[in-house]
């Protein structure tokens, strides 16, 4: 806790010295540590007996006596005690982290305090209402009371000026004209000289910038707390202050506030539409607050009237305009927007009309039509201001409100045509990018017909970890911007878009966002009436029910996007249909017809000298060759495969062609010659993102363990194989740590299996 002032601080010091604590102190001069407590905080009179006392227990030799008498007289000036604190919020919600920090904030200088706190946030995020919530907890700490002075920064009217708060201050604290007379400077000395005996808590709210505030800082034993919705560089940097950038209320919080306002009855009956509000509303407590009272005021208004309201960019600022300009949002936003410089300005509108929700100083770039460098400069500024939110990937987002704002803004201040040529750099470059990192992870993914459309977004090529990377950080985005645009320069883009992911899909099994980009290519593709985007589309689709288990339906999209590739002549995509085809149709059991759809992918990949594409068959052929007793050729063949594997450097071919052959020798009964093979393939696996195969793997090694009676090592290999699957959220894991459990595969999962499932296919991470 602080020291308050400087008979207590001498008082700590002392008991220290005389390693005493504060109760020993109390007992020795016999009054309550209670009273102790409170005549060191202030809230007791400096009495002579009660100080000759102290003095004589601590052999202060007169010094504590000396330091009380000059107390009382310095403090003399009024007696006051201000308290201009607002009220505390009613009903406030959250933020338990936060108040934590500030607590934090409230110990010696010596064990690294700080005497100035700094709340920044954008607007209605509730910076005041903290300020006031937790000052409020605190104020018995400080004798001297609150002060509390709203500077109007950024609101209505002129800012305050510092000397006219310090007046005010002074007054409040009961200081006599003759010290409102001096310059600027002597009345800030008396103004602390008074707080260092009665140390206060400073609330300075809504400031513009350090040079405002200097004057009103209290010096050591008070606190300062000061709010503002610009970052406060030299303010910190002067103060060495704890800053606190306050984000938007979390989703359950957001849901509490709502509840306690307009009743949990009201969310209840509809609570999707409610976490849609709090959504749209951006989180922010004001916001919410708005919305609150909104519903009370008219009953039978329903959340989902509510969020229909809120769905749109063009109306959803509608329920936050008023007359009142402390709750009216152009107004609020205004201030902060009118004062940004023109291309700062230009790249905020133009991020309300971006079909993208969140960009990186590149794709900023391409939709401002600016370089890179100072698409980064120009989000910092955004970012000081609280426009735009900077988050932990490096990349920017803008909330629902300020996006909103942004577009109805661009409606005005931008050319249609310009707003039309922004969003369709944004799909080619995207599109471009994705093509490009796909490729990096299956080489020749990159479709050569739709080249001419990306000419001005020529990528180099990138390594596979930083493919892998992009995809993982930009596929939400993509596949945001592909249902989000309507282009008319380049409609064929928005089917290729989300269909170029397949590479990662396969690598990664994102089922949801690989149906998500199935369909939404599906459905491009047919706005656009193209032959080449719905087989596309479809073959994706078909890969990922194949590798869902929807066997049925993967047979019959593979089989149809087959016969559009086929009347396309494209055949390298006609290669990889194949070959996915032939995996579903060796999942159902149907080999014969399997093998002629794996020969007739392995003679389109030769044909193209597409040596990943005939390795990936070949070994899945090879399985398939064992299934109809063509034991010989099915070794033969997973042999060729591991051969040609090796003349590449790729992780992923060379493990996919290693665990095959393990599998043939495993079920021929060869389980040390297959050891080795799993071996390899594991070593590769870990060293890329395929988890899922090195599970697979896992496994398979496991039970060629359990073959040779070496139960431990099979036991300890199923757990890591489970733990992998449960890092992973698949279902799986449950079943292959009753393995582990029962030594072995339980009848129930030996039954149920269809074959097949042991090798998972496509595998072709790096």
Known sequence: MRQINSFAEAVHRLRRERGMSLGDVAAKARYSPSYLSKLLHGHRRLLPEVVRQIDRVLDAKGQLERLAEQQRSEGSVGGGKPMQLPADVPGFVGRADVLRMMDAALVSPAEGGAHAIVIEGGFWVGKTALAVHWVTRNLDRFPGGCLFADMRGLGPGAPRTPEDVLDGFLQALGAGQADLNGALEVRAARFRSILAERPAMVVLDNITDYSQVRHLLPGGGSVVVVTSREHQTSLLLRTGGVSIDLPALPAADALTLLARRVGRHRLATDPVAAEAVVRRCGRLPMAVLIVAEHLQQRPDSTMGKIAAKLATDHHRLDLFTSPDPSVNIHGVIDLSYLALPPAAARLFRLLGISPAYTVSADSAAVLADIESDLAESLLAVLRQVHLVTAMPDGRYCIDYLLRAYAYQRALVEEDLREVEKAQDR??????????????????????????????????????????????????????????????????????????????????????????????????????????????????????????????????????????????????????????????????????????????????????????????????????????????????????????????????????????????????????????????AAASLRRRSWQQWNLADTLIARADSLLALGVRPQATATYERAADILESLRDSRAHEIRARAALGGKPDWAAKNEPAGTVLRFPSWAR
């Open 426 to 679: 944004v799909l080619r470059w995207y599109t471009a990018r994705a093509l490009s990192a796909n490729n990096s992870l299956i080489p020749n993914w990159r479709d050569s017909t739709i080249n001419s459309l990306l000419a001005d977004f020529g990528q180099g090529s990138l390594g596979f970890d930083e493919a892998m990377s992009w995809c993982q950080t930009e596929v939400a985005t993509a596949l945001q911007i592909a249902k989000n645009t309507r282009s008319h320069l380049a409609k064929d883009l928005l089917w290729v878009l989300p269909t170029a992911f397949l590479p990662f899909f396969a690598i990664t099994r994102s089922w949801t966002d690989w149906l998500i980009a199935a369909n939404d290519g599906l459905d491009a593709a047919t706005a656009a009436e193209s032959t080449p985007g719905t087989a596309r589309s479809l073959q994706v689709l078909g890969w990922a029910e194949r590798d869902l288990g929807r066997t049925a339906e993967a047979i019959s999209h593979l089989t149809q996007a087959l016969k559009l590739y086929a009347e396309l002549g494209d055949e390298l995509p006609a290669a990889w249909t194949a070959y996915g085809l032939a995996l579903a149709l060796t999942d159902s059991q149907r080999h014969g017809e399997a093998i002629a759809h794996f020969l007739a992918a392995d003679d389109r990949f030769q044909a193209l000298h597409h040596d990943i594409g005939v390795v990936m068959n070949r070994a899945a052929l090879a399985l398939a060759f064992h299934e109809v007793g063509d034991r010989e050729r099915a070794v033969d063949t997973a042999r060729e495969a591991l051969s040609l594997a090796q003349r590449h450097d790729s992780d992923g071919i060379h493990s996919a062609a290693h665990h095959s052959l393990g599998l043939l020798l495993q079920r021929r009964g060869e389980h040390r010659a297959a050891l080795t093979h799993f071996d």
